[in-house]
């Protein structure tokens, strides 16, 4: 339970780094920014791992990769639209 807990507050200061960094609006807001957090802390974590340098890493060593991560995918949401609010389906022509 604590590793959950430790997970979160490491997601939620990364997001709220992250969507500090990278301009734009973080789609859900705070609980989207602790989201966006913690998939990065997975996605750098991932690629550490790839890499072998994991093990090695203090709390503040995860803190920075999680921020990395959270920026990159910020980044791609932006690029992509994901979480903009539109929800497809383009402009309705009215006759």
Do not use: F, H, K
Not at 1 to 10: A, K, N, P, V
Not at 34 to 39: C, D, E
């Amino acid at each position: 339970m604590g590793d959950i807990i430790i997970w979160l507050l490491i997601g939620a200061a990364a997001g709220a780094i992250a969507s500090a960094v990278v301009p734009g609006r973080t789609p859900g807001g705070m609980i989207g920014a602790i989201i966006v957090g913690i998939v990065g802390g997975l996605l750098g974590g991932w690629v550490l791992d790839a890499l072998d340098v994991n093990e090695s890493l203090t709390w503040i060593g995860s803190l920075v990769v999680a921020i990395v991560g959270a920026i990159i995918i910020l980044m791609i949401m932006r690029r992509t639209g994901v979480g903009d609010g539109d929800q497809g389906g383009g402009t309705v022509s009215r006759i």
